[in-house]
């Protein structure tokens, strides 16, 4: 009994770990990130006033929207109302189960592994699942708010988001056959010494990418929030901290649509550097550390093209969204499986 | 107790419960999301058997595709309560309940039949690899068959949606 209480406590520490650092890397710098590179790219300043470089600013926006009324219409169904944004913020929280942050690291002769599930069998089939559960918060937000715009928005956006899986599933298989693994630790050990598997997938990576934007409701696809026509879509009788719930897990649904992109194509947490380089043996907490930085940084790099991409390209017209996700991606997904297929038994 | 008959029974117990609700609810949107959750507690069984594939795709599948169709299409319909349907007696209600009786008998006499025979003894039945092997060996002919048959319904669908309306 006393191994299964130690695996409990562990959980349970690793799990407020990977919960802070949400919060505080996905919810509060991304935040940040987002408004003072908005204000550049439309020759801006951003926020200046909180704190050094405005650096506190996403903590009093939180405080802002802890402080307001929570308002839910009359004619709101308020189960659900209530419901919904817990369920996308637990969705977009409960992937971080099955991703790895390094290696392992070796305290009093335990190989503590950075991560509360890394060598899941099933990983990257349980990332899948879950980005297709995610659909739900959406879908009941703007059910339950009875309001014909959020009902709109809800409903592209579960369109957009179920057309698009498919063509994230089988950018996938691409990976999944040259790595021969659905753990994604195994994938991650696969891409030592820079064998990364953007080499071997690019046309997977970009297929990828382009589902990851439509998944996660980002620009030029966002438009299940697209303002002009839709008032704020599914989320537009939020308000107080439930809103603040959606907004966080958008964050976090593009840091774990990043994070899962470094994992499975940029070497997830292998290191930019060499540990060699500092004397760092396996199994230390320096190559620990340098790992967990590596994968950061990496996550970030993305994150930017993520905000990058948002404040650059126009939003897509609905039909020009289904005709991208069906008739260019989905073939060209199905054509990238067929040539990996091809090549590896050549190679073989 | 072992934890595993512990996270059998409350996930058993939660899943009954849940598909109770999804029949008896008179509001669609809450039967649907009965079943989804209904589907989560199968899942949770089947890990707790070890078959970790088996599980996630119960969630892939059931929970994050087609009931997401379900709950688009009542959304899309305003399905409005049940209550305004009047209950009347019919020869379809009969049928069903009779049909019914039958389906727990006969579970009746597999449960008194096996007796705990049956239980499964292989550890990991539900991998991807234990069923990745099996399908594309023992089983490679109904496998293709099905696949030809999805093939099929994808056509039919699509010449379905592409049909005029005169």
């Known amino acids: 009994m006393s191994e299964f209480l130690w695996v409990i406590i562990e959980s349970t520490i690793k799990a407020v770990i990977i919960l802070t650092l949400i919060m505080l890397v996905y919810g509060a710098l991304g935040v940040y990130l987002e408004r003072k590179i908005s204000a550049w790219i439309q020759n801006r300043i951003g926020p200046n006033r909180v704190g050094p470089f405005g650096l506190l600013q996403p903590f009093a926006d939180v405080l802002k929207l802890f402080l307001k009324e929570d308002l839910v219409p009359t004619a709101a169904n308020p189960t659900f109302h209530r419901l919904a944004p817990i369920i996308t913020l637990g969705v977009a929280v409960a992937v971080y189960a099955v991703i790895p942050f390094g290696d392992y690291v070796t305290i009093a002769g335990r190989n503590i592994q950075l991560g509360l599930a890394p060598n899941a069998n099933i990983a990257i089939l349980f990332v899948l699942a879950m980005t297709s559960v995610g659909v739900y918060g959406i879908t009941l937000g703007g059910w339950s708010s009875n309001n014909k715009y959020s009902l709109l928005g809800a409903l592209r956006s579960t369109a957009q988001m179920i057309s698009y899986e498919l063509s994230m599933g089988l950018a996938l298989v691409g990976v999944l056959m040259v790595a021969g693994t659905l753990s994604i630790n195994q994938i991650v050990i696969q891409q030592s010494n820079y064998h990364w598997n953007i080499i071997y997938q690019p046309l997977g990576f970009i297929l990828f990418l382009v589902a990851a934007f439509a998944e996660t409701n980002r620009a030029p696809f966002d438009l299940p929030e697209a303002e002009p026509e839709l008032v704020g879509g599914y989320n537009t009788e939020y308000s107080g901290m439930k809103f603040g719930m959606f907004f966080l897990a958008e964050y976090a649904n593009m840091g774990t649509s990043s994070a899962i992109m470094v994992l499975l194509y940029f070497g997830g947490w292998q290191t930019l550097v060499p540990g060699g380089w500092f004397g760092f043996e396996p199994g230390s907490i320096g190559l620990a550390l340098l790992q967990f930085v590596s994968f950061f940084i990496k996550i970030e790099i993305m994150v930017l093209f993520f905000i990058w991409v948002r404040w650059s390209v126009p939003r897509f017209r609905y039909d020009q969204l289904m005709n991208l996700g069906w008739k260019v991606l989905l073939p060209l997904a199905i054509a990238n499986v067929a040539g990996t297929g091809i090549v590896s038994l050549l190679l073989k | ?166």
């Open chain 2, 1 to 166: 107790m072992s934890l595993e008959i512990i996270l059998f029974i409350v996930l058993g117990v939660m899943g009954i419960a849940s598909g109770f609700v999804t029949i008896t609810s008179k509001n669609p949107v809450v039967s649907a999301m009965a079943l989804v959750f209904h589907f989560f507690m199968l899942a949770g069984l089947y890990l707790n058997m070890h078959a970790q594939f088996m599980a996630v795709l119960q969630v892939l599948v059931y929970a994050g595709a087609i009931m997401v169709l379900v709950i688009f299409v009542i959304m899309l319909l305003n399905l409005g309560d049940e209550e305004k349907l009047k209950e009347k007696f019919s020869i379809r209600t009969f049928v069903a309940v009779l049909f019914g009786i039958v389906l727990l008998i006969q579970f009746v006499i597999i449960f008194l039949a096996s007796s705990g025979s049956n239980v499964l003894k292989e550890s990991n039945i539900g991998s991807v690899e234990m069923i990745g092997n099996e399908l594309f060996t023992n089983y490679l002919f109904p496998f293709e068959a099905i696949s030809l048959l999805l093939l099929a319904a994808i056509i039919g669908s699509v010449i379905l949606a592409k049909r005029k309306v005169d």
